[in-house]
């Protein structure tokens, strides 16, 4: 790549941002379609958010992706949203349009396109998630749109998933939702039911690598399906006890590919070249 004069900055806030591999990847795509933008990752938290979007909104920008703990902090400060990202109430990916931001959520996207190339089909399925943030926001609206029958979701804060059901049961209410207190009581019988169990914490992730949402493998079973939004490390604690299990483990990586060429085609008008970035980016997953 070439920087020169027109050269476009994209850019990821959030906090921490260094083990990002959305840099990688977005840049790769870019020299490859010979297109003249740099995606740069910028760590940024709460506080300093408004700082940092007002700076790359004055630098002409392209736009940026939001990433922990932002998606939900960056609402109060964007000019409109898809309908997608207004109804999810989370945010990923913001373009800037003539100094005005435009909200995006393509994290249900990602997650979905991800399962289906695992061979993994969503409808009529009953799905078991843990944690109700943003990310969490996004993959069961996308989940309860794609067809999902039942989605579970166990948090710490049961207000929290109380919000994520109530959205689902007010705009779709053919799918299933329940709200459950993040305890391993809870969690026994719910896993025994589900057909897909994800991990959408940062248990697992830098520097909880040891950390895990359950204990041991005993109450997985072969058939289930386990993803965990975390790519590195490639497996968590998480997807080893589902190997032990004999379980599907997907990590979040192709979550991230997918999720990113969604961002890319927003911000370009252009495919992400994506088997070429998986290759380049992701060789081992």
């Known amino acids: 790549m070439e920087i020169t004069g027109e050269t476009r900055l994209v850019a990821l806030l959030g906090d921490p941002v260094g083990h990002s591999l959305s840099p990688r990847m977005h840049n790769t795509a870019f020299a490859h379609l010979g297109l003249n933008y740099v995606y740069l990752a910028f760590r940024s938290n709460e506080a300093e958010l408004p700082a940092a979007v007002a700076a790359l909104r004055a630098l002409n920008a392209k736009g940026f992706n939001c990433t922990m703990p932002l998606k939900k902090a960056?609402?109060?400060?964007?000019?409109?949203?898809?309908?997608?990202?207004?109804?999810?109430?989370?945010?990923?990916?913001?373009?800037?349009?003539?100094?005005?931001?435009?909200?995006?959520?393509?994290?249900?996207?990602?997650?979905?396109?991800?399962?289906?190339?695992?061979?993994?089909?969503?409808?009529?399925?009953?799905?078991?998630?843990?944690?109700?943030?943003?990310?969490?926001?996004?993959?069961?609206?996308?989940?309860?749109?794609?067809?999902?029958?039942?989605?579970?979701?166990?948090?710490?804060?049961?207000?929290?998933?109380?919000?994520?059901?109530?959205?689902?049961?007010?705009?779709?209410?053919?799918?299933?939702?329940?709200a459950i207190q993040l305890s391993q009581g809870e969690l026994a019988p719910r896993i025994a039911e589900a057909d897909i169990f994800t991990n959408t914490t940062a248990l697992g992730m830098h520097p909880h690598e040891e950390a895990c949402v359950i204990p041991d493998s005993s109450l997985l079973r072969?058939?289930?399906?386990?993803?965990?939004?975390?790519?590195?490390?490639?497996?968590?604690?998480f997807l080893k006890l589902a190997e032990e299990a004999g379980c599907t483990a997907i990590n979040g990586s192709g979550m991230l590919l997918w999720q990113g060429a969604e961002a890319f085609r927003i911000w370009t008008g252009q495919d992400m070249p994506v088997e070429l970035v998986r290759k380049k980016v992701f060789p081992d997953n």
């Open 222 to 237: 072969p058939s289930l399906v386990m993803t965990d939004l975390i790519y590195i490390p490639g497996k968590t604690v």
């Open 74 to 178: 960056i609402l109060p400060l964007l000019d409109d949203m898809s309908p997608a990202a207004r109804m999810i109430g989370s945010v990923n990916t913001v373009t800037i349009e003539d100094g005005r931001l435009i909200g995006h959520n393509t994290d249900g996207t990602g997650f979905i396109h991800d399962l289906h190339n695992h061979g993994v089909e969503v409808k009529g399925t009953r799905i078991l998630i843990v944690g109700a943030g943003g990310a969490a926001r996004g993959l069961c609206v996308q989940l309860a749109l794609d067809g999902a029958a039942e989605i579970v979701i166990a948090n710490r804060s049961l207000e929290k998933a109380q919000s994520i059901r109530r959205l689902i049961a007010s705009h779709i209410p053919a799918c299933k939702v329940e």
